[in-house]
Structures are given as structure tokens and as C-alpha cells.
């Protein structure tokens, strides 16, 4: 037995407003794509944005899938506003590379904090995402990391705990709180990185090019340990090799990378391995990146071991795995491996964690003790300059602008260039890797699209318009008719003459104007209220004036019992055809001529498909529900009236002209719903006309709109009714139903259900 379908209200509110808000916040006009399960934003090939992609929600998406995309949403569009993208375009261009992910992981802290100071509550939102991506992904991966990466203290930091570490300087909460436990086992590179002032930069920083010269200093700092030569590594701590102080000294550099790659985590493509490539093919531009990228490891393998300068460093690259922690001078190998290793198994409580803001830590070390009590004593930004034993590299770059730990942007691009590892999952990453956990657990039965991206509601005259700019934004799909076909044009005049007015010709809309109109007048009531101040003088109380009384006025109260409005919905699928289209269009005209007579805010609306991805319903097959998209016109809007010669031109060109293609009507129903929203009537009255079951590219139709039907019809918001055009199939549908075979059949039908519904 199939899963039971089920809606979430909040679940649709979040689609309506996940476009605007993508809008409203970059307030760039950055098209935003529904598609697939992953998250991503496109460049150009010069670095600027050209798309931003959210994965296709099903109707019954949890909260934490919403926080997911909310997070990832307000991320990007932090980028949008606050990263340099032709600053960082070399960067960008390779996103690939090491390089990258080290930079983006610096950029990241940037971005966020700037978004949260200028959007209160993005702020929020990103607090919450970071604690969902702390709880479904970096606490589950922790400990199988410590595992397999604790021999090699600097790859544990750069692979799994720089991300963390960085925002944890930044000041999010979240990863200071994470961070805690984990300071001991990375001492060795935070120490260096605090030495270098990185963690008082990081909140400090300012720009992308504040973030590429930090994300150099970085490279730099923990390359240089990396370099030394094999015979400096301290040998003075023989005695304890059996001990925990001492482990990974010794450690080959093939067994670290196989340990690397056997960390959990690596399997975060297994959903969208299927789905088909961004519309950028961005993968030629990766494969010359690898092609580029070889030959840069190629020379640098060749490179000799002297110390790097201005920014050099990726001249003198060693294998990234071959750096254990341990190629310091002899003289301060010894302390290192006995103070700093120790913590990794919890053995020493004098080691405490590094202190993820370095300001507070107890102050530099003098030249003599400083490598010796280098993991007792927290290192501050002080002790790039005092400490007297800094590395040649460092040092040179210091004298180039003061000591400030600074390096010019083109040494930080150089500096980049070389390094060899960095975090393998940045933000994005990790927040796709969290929202495809999330689609895992989505039950079977939860009715779900490929993509929205096509999709168009809007007024009927704008249908061109929308198709020309969605294929120019996010490529052609199938379209079954050309452009010209959905044109609304004064062609449209003698269509609606020859297919529609002549089944109006025996006056039906006057007749139900007035049954209608009786009907409701006798709900509604008149009375006047004597004894007023104001209002028109009440010949019956004039007395009053003799006792200075002037209330000798009275006012006209009128009690309507009509206040509802009503949305008529109009299939527009292939099945509709010739006679079936033409009486559902006389049928919504007349209902709605008759409703403008009496003052009834009144609209009507349509839906079919138009163009499909059947590239995408080949690969998938079963995966999602649909593939195409949906049309949704406007015909006439609640301001407009029935018989103005723009109404009778486009009902005359839905008549014969207009494509009609398939129908998917539940999706399309719920999305149509959203006509009421603002509406202040106490009854929101929605009419459907069809003539048969959904269909269209996919599966499950039918059982998705008897599942919004249901929703719809238990909100207690709208009244739903179908009608059946010349058939009584939404009795298997809809509660509330009738059936009608000619444009007479409205007053015995239509019209009794319609004045039951308003009047309540």
C-alpha cells in the first residue's frame, strides 16, 4: 500500500518566497533555478554570477531541509554582495584546487559576518544552519576523523578542522562551542597560526583581498613546517617512543594518505551522480584546471629546498602527505612531541585547549623558553614580532610592511598556488552533503518535481515574455509548439465571437446574474438606526431639541451577507480540445459577468504544461514525480471585468490558438491557491472545471491531487468545487462537485452550489 500523501503549508509558503527573498537581498538580477537535489550557484567565465540552483523541495520537506536551503540561500547571496568576484576570479576559476578551498573557508567568515551586520535576520538563519551542519555533520564525522588523521596533526587540521577552527576565531558561536575539545589535538598548526596572528585577523577581516592575503599567511605558515629537512626533527626523546607523546614521528607518508582517504564523508555525491550537468558545463573548464595543475606539482617537486621568499613558497612544495608535525630544529623538536602529542590521548590535564580567542592566552614566551612551552602557553599576535627564532620565509615577508604578519597580494597568490591541502568540504559543501541526508529520509510516497525553474503564474499576456527569458536563463526545454502560439493578439477578438459568444446568445448570464443576485438579497438586511448624532435628520425625534438633546439624527445600516470571492480554475490540457474548451470558457464568462453584476471579486485562471526536460525524464525515469512545466495564466484578475474587449481576446485565443498541453492538476491547483492571499473576504470560493483525471510526464498525479484536494478542502480557508465539463469525473476528487454538458445547466447547477457555498 502506497505511502499517504502528505502537504505541509509550510512547505509552499517557503517556495513562494525563496525567489523574492534571492532578490530582494542581492538586489541583482540573479535568475534562481529550482532543480535536482543539489545547491550551487553558476559564474560566467568572468567570475561574476550568473544563476544561483536550490534543490526541487518535495511537499513534505522537513524543517531541518528548509533550515539547510534557508542557510545555504543566505550564504550565497552573502557571496553575491560581499565577495570581489574579479579579485577572486583565479581563485574561482579553479574551484577545484586546494587553493580555493582554503581561501573560500577565509572568505566564508568574512561574508557571513558582513551579511549578518547588514540583515538582522540572516544572522539568524546562519546561526541555525551552522548548528544544524554541527549536529548532522561534523559531530557524526569527528571521532572517525581523530582516527584516522590524529597521527598527522597538521592534515587533521587542514582536511576536518580549519573549517571549524576559522570560525571559531571569527566568533560564531556555534564552532566555539564545537572547537572546545578539539583544541589539543591540533595544537602544533594553531600554535603557528597564532604565532602569526591569523586567529586576531580573522574577525578583523574586511574585503577578499583581506581574506586571499590571510588564506596565504596560512598556506605559508603551515607549508613551512611541511619543508623542513628530515634530519632537524628532534631525535632527544628516544625514551619515550613507546609512548603515546611520540606517535605519528615515525609514521609513512603512504599510510597517512590511505587513512585520508578512507574518511567518512566522501560519499556526498551519491544523489546527484545521476542528475545532469549545470547548463555551464563547467567540467571542461575542471579538466583543464587537473592539466594545469600537474604541471605546477611536476615543477614544484623539482624545486630545491631553500627557504621561500616573498610569497614563493610554492616553489619549495614537498608532497602534501609527507608533513607529520615533526620537521622542526632539533632544539624544539623534543618539547613539541612530549607537551603537544600527549594531549591527543587525554592523558595530561595541564594541556589545555587552545583558546580560541588569543588575546586572552597568557602572552608571549621569552626567546629561550618559547618552543618549550609553546603547548602550555597560548601564543598571541604579539609573538610574530617578539618571538626571535621566526622562519626566514615569515620573516622576510614581515620586513616588507612593518611586521605586520601582511604579505602583498601577489606573494598570497603565489603562496596559494602551492598549497597542497585544505578543507575538503567548504560551507556549500557541507550544507549539500546535509540537505542530501535530508532528501534520504524523505518517504517514498512525498510527491516531488525536478525542477520549478520553468515554471510561470502571472497574467496571460506575460506567457512569451517568461518563456523567452527562462530559456535564455537556464537553456531550452522541449516545447511541443513554437513561441508565436502562446501570443495573445487581437486575433483573439473573432475567436471569441465564432467559438464563444455564440453559446451566450440566449442571454444565460443575465438570468444568472439575477438568481443569483435574488438569492443573496434575501440574506441581506437593511435597517435604520434612530438616536444618532449624525446621519440624516429623523422627523420622529425633533422633540429632543426642546431638551437640549441633539440626537435627533438616524443612519442607514446595511448587513450584507455577501462577502466571499471566487477564483475560477479552467483545465487547459489537451483533452479540453474543440467543444470542451469553448463551453468551460462560456461557462467561466458567464459565471463571471453575473458575479461582476453583483459586486463579486471574481478571477479566472488556467493551467497546463509547457515544454518538458525530457533529457532529464530519460536519466531519471521513477526518481522524481515531474518533468514538466507548469503554466499557470491569469485571464482575467480580480480588478478586471468579464466583458471588456481584453477579456474576450484572451478567452477567444485560449479558444483555438493557445497551446494546450498536459495537466497536472493538483500541483498546479495548490500553486493557484495563492490568488487568495491578501484577499479580506470571510469566503474564498474556488471553482475548478475539467474534464477528466491529471496526466502528463511523470507518475502519482492522481493521487497528489487527491491529496491537496483533501488539504485544501480541511483547511477551512477555501471552499473547493469542481465542475465536470461534459463528464463526472472530479466526483472521484472533489467533495463539493457538478457536472455540466451545456451553458443552460449553469442556473440548475452551478449556480444552486455556488449561492450554497457564498451564503454559507
Not at 109 to 124: D, P
Request: aromatic share 6%; charged share 30%.
Amino acid at each position: 500500500m502506497k505511502n499517504k500523501q502528505k502537504i505541509r503549508k509550510e512547505v509552499q509558503i517557503f517556495r513562494e518566497s525563496v525567489r523574492k527573498v534571492v532578490v530582494m537581498l542581492s538586489g541583482k538580477d540573479i535568475p534562481v533555478a529550482e532543480r535536482g537535489s543539489r545547491a550551487y550557484v553558476e559564474y560566467n567565465k568572468d567570475g561574476t554570477p550568473c544563476m544561483v540552483n536550490l534543490p526541487s523541495l518535495p511537499d513534505d520537506a522537513t524543517d531541518g531541509l528548509m533550515n539547510a536551503i534557508r542557510g545555504f540561500l543566505d550564504h550565497e547571496v552573502a557571496h553575491l554582495l560581499f565577495t570581489d568576484s574579479k579579485l577572486a576570479f583565479k581563485l574561482l576559476e579553479k574551484k577545484d584546487s586546494p587553493a580555493f578551498h582554503l581561501w573560500n573557508a577565509v572568505e566564508d567568515t568574512f561574508i557571513e559576518r558582513r551579511m549578518g551586520e547588514v540583515f538582522s535576520g540572516s544572522k539568524r538563519n546562519l546561526v541555525n544552519t551552522q548548528r544544524h551542519v554541527i549536529e548532522k555533520l561534523f559531530v557524526p564525522k569527528v571521532d572517525d576523523a581523530l582516527k584516522a588523521l590524529s597521527r598527522n596533526p597538521r592534515d587533521l587540521f587542514l582536511k576536518f578542522l580549519l573549517m571549524p577552527a576559522l570560525r571559531a576565531w571569527a566568533g560564531q558561536t556555534p564552532f566555539i562551542e564545537f572547537m572546545e575539545p578539539y583544541w589539543a589535538y591540533v595544537r602544533d598548526p594553531v600554535s603557528k597560526l597564532s604565532k602569526g596572528g591569523v586567529p586576531a585577523a580573522v574577525p578583523m577581516l574586511m574585503s577578499t583581498e583581506d581574506c586571499i592575503k590571510l588564506a596565504g599567511r596560512i598556506s605559508l605558515a603551515l607549508k613551512e613546517e611541511m619543508e623542513k629537512p628530515e634530519g632537524e626533527s628532534g631525535h632527544g626523546d628516544s625514551e619515550e617512543n613507546d609512548s603515546p607523546d611520540h606517535v605519528g614521528s615515525e609514521q609513512p607518508t603512504k599510510s597517512n594518505d590511505e587513512s585520508v582517504s578512507d574518511k567518512p564523508g566522501s560519499d556526498d555525491e551519491t544523489q546527484e551522480e545521476e542528475e545532469p550537468a549545470p547548463v555551464n558545463n563547467s567540467n571542461e573548464d575542471n579538466i583543464k584546471d587537473k592539466e594545469e595543475g600537474s604541471e605546477s606539482d611536476t615543477d614544484s617537486s623539482n624545486a630545491n629546498d631553500s627557504q621561500p621568499k616573498d610569497g614563493d613558497a610554492h616553489e619549495d612544495d614537498a608532497p602534501a602527505t609527507s608533513g607529520d608535525g615533526d620537521g622542526k630544529p632539533e632544539g624544539e623538536e623534543e618539547s613539541d612531541q612530549s607537551e603537544g602529542f600527549g594531549g591527543f590521548e587525554g592523558e595530561s590535564d595541564d594541556n589545555e585547549p587552545y583558546n580560541e580567542q588569543p588575546e586572552s592566552g597568557s602572552g608571549g614566551a621569552d626567546d629561550t623558553d618559547s618552543a618549550a612551552n609553546s603547548n602550555d602557553q597560548q601564543s598571541t599576535p604579539g609573538d610574530l614580532e617578539s618571538d626571535g627564532r621566526q622562519e626566514a620565509t615569515q620573516g622576510d615577508l614581515n620586513e616588507e610592511d612593518g611586521g605586520t604578519g601582511e604579505i602583498p597580494l601577489d606573494a598570497a597568490f603565489k603562496a596559494l598556488e602551492g598549497t597542497e591541502v585544505a578543507p575538503e568540504q567548504g560551507m556549500e559543501e557541507a550544507l549539500n552533503e546535509v540537505m542530501a541526508n535530508e532528501l534520504k529520509g524523505v518517504p517514498k510516497g512525498s510527491y516531488r518535481p525536478y525542477q520549478r525553474s520553468y515554471d510561470f503564474i502571472g497574467p496571460i499576456d506575460e506567457v512569451e515574455n517568461h518563456l523567452r527569458k527562462t530559456h535564455k536563463a537556464f537553456g531550452r526545454i522541449h516545447l511541443n509548439r513554437g513561441l508565436k502560439n502562446w501570443r495573445i493578439d487581437d486575433e483573439g477578438t473573432s475567436l471569441f465571437a465564432s467559438n464563444v459568444e455564440r453559446r451566450l446568445a440566449d442571454g444565460s448570464a443575465s438570468t444568472l446574474a439575477k438568481d443569483l443576485e435574488r438569492a443573496i438579497a434575501s440574506r441581506n438586511k437593511v435597517q435604520f438606526v434612530p438616536g444618532q448624532r449624525r446621519g440624516k435628520v429623523h422627523s420622529a425625534n425633533l422633540y429632543r431639541l426642546s431638551m437640549n438633546d441633539d440626537r435627533v439624527f438616524r443612519r442607514k445600516e446595511d448587513h450584507k451577507a455577501v462577502n466571499a470571492c471566487v477564483q475560477q480554475v479552467i483545465d487547459l490540457s489537451g483533452s479540453m480540445q474543440g467543444s470542451k474548451i469553448c463551453l468551460a470558457l462560456a461557462c467561466a464568462y458567464t459565471i463571471s459577468d453575473a458575479l461582476d453584476r453583483i459586486n463579486v471579486p471574481n478571477i479566472i485562471t488556467g493551467f497546463t504544461t509547457a515544454g518538458c526536460d525530457i533529457d532529464a525524464a530519460r536519466k531519471m525515469g521513477r526518481g522524481y514525480n515531474r518533468y514538466e512545466s507548469l503554466m499557470l495564466p491569469t485571464i482575467k484578475g480580480w480588478h478586471e471585468r468579464a466583458n471588456t474587449p481584453t477579456t474576450r481576446k484572451r478567452l477567444g485565443c485560449l479558444s483555438e490558438r493557445f497551446p494546450l498541453e498536459d495537466n497536472i492538476d493538483g500541483e498546479s491547483i495548490m500553486a493557484l491557491a495563492q490568488h487568495f492571499a491578501g484577499r479580506t473576504e470571510d469566503k474564498k470560493i474556488m471553482l475548478v472545471m475539467s474534464d477528466g483525471a491529471p496526466a502528463g510526464i511523470g507518475h502519482d498525479f492522481s493521487d497528489h491531487l487527491k491529496a491537496v484536494a483533501e488539504s485544501i478542502e480541511g483547511s477551512g480557508l477555501i471552499e473547493l468545487m469542481g465542475i465536470g465539463i461534459l463528464t463526472d469525473a472530479p466526483s472521484r476528487f472533489y467533495k463539493n462537485r457538478v457536472e455540466v454538458k451545456k451553458v443552460e445547466d449553469l442556473g440548475a447547477t452551478v449556480v444552486r452550489k455556488l449561492s450554497q457555498l457564498i451564503l454559507g
